[in-house]
């Protein structure tokens, strides 16, 4: 009873978030720019989003059977600003996770936050691969269990973004810092993401690795998703994901929703 009464109270918050995000969506024109979502998959695109629109990637997450937890449910946000054509602003935060331990002991918690930024090191265009870079910084570190990847006080990442044969590629590698106490240790990983998009549906694909350095594990998974673009200033997703190592947590499911603001925050310098 408590499983269902945890599971009806994340589907009411997605569904009130979903409507109100359809609600908003009927506001757009035709010269709104496209959503960039980087949801529901690990790998970001190596793309920005348009300039000087906020882009709002909001979901839940249920996992279980995970070293850190039996069960745990999640709501995530993550909001990014791109300020010119090559450099974006990006905040996440994980404002609410509710954990079973294998014990049976339940709690509430707030999860970390971080920002960061993100730039285009060489902008590409259909078989051109774009290449970009960025940094993380945790601000807050919460007090939730975390999932198999963990939490990392600073991560950088290489991303390259590029479109072969009717699919879109995107490719990470990360290089992150991972703390206990006064212990500090290297983590490292890659994913990559595959999708194929058909009209408004796009289905999508995704193995990825984490080093976990503080436990002497590995952490990876198999992720497949599905997403619908209703407008091109939204894009609804829904998703799961199988661990594929004994540290890795087992089973995730995901669902959430991409939507781009579209209101430009300031006026666009006019060309000369």
């Known amino acids: 009873m408590n499983y269902l009464n945890r599971f009806l109270s994340a589907s009411f918050v997605l569904s009130s978030l979903l409507t109100a995000s359809l609600l908003l969506a009927q506001q757009s024109t035709d010269d709104t720019p496209a959503a960039n979502p980087a949801r529901p998959t690990v790998a970001t695109p190596a793309t920005l989003t348009p300039v000087g629109y906020l882009q709002f990637e909001n979901g839940g997450l249920y996992a279980s059977n ?88 600073n991560t950088a ?69 599905v997403s619908y673009e209703p407008k091109k200033n939204l894009v609804v997703d829904v998703g799961f994901n199988r661990g594929l190592t004994s540290t890795s947590t087992q089973w995730e499911g995901i669902a959430g929703f991409t939507y781009l603001l579209p209101h430009r925050l300031w006026r666009a310098q006019p060309t000369k």
């Open 66 to 153: 995970s070293g850190e937890f039996a069960t745990q449910t999640s709501i995530n946000q993550v909001t990014k600003l791109a300020v010119a054509s090559r450099i974006q602003f990006l905040l996440l935060s994980e404002p609410y996770v509710h954990s079973k331990s294998a014990a049976g002991q339940s709690s509430s918690d707030p999860g970390g936050v971080s920002a960061g930024i993100q730039g285009v090191l060489y902008p590409g265009s259909g078989k051109r691969p774009t290449i970009s870079a960025s940094y993380l910084r945790l601000l807050y570190g919460g007090t939730a269990p975390d999932i198999d990847i963990g939490t990392a006080k």
């Open 157 to 225: 990442t290489l991303l390259v973004s590029t479109d072969l044969a009717g699919f879109h590629f995107d490719i990470n590698g990360f290089a992150s810092e991972q703390t206990d106490g006064a212990l500090r240790r290297a983590q490292f990983g890659q994913t990559i993401s595959i999708a194929h998009p058909a009209g408004p549906v796009t289905i999508g694909t995704e193995l990825w690795h984490f080093s976990q350095p503080l436990i002497r594990g590995n952490a990876a998974g198999n992720l497949w998703c």
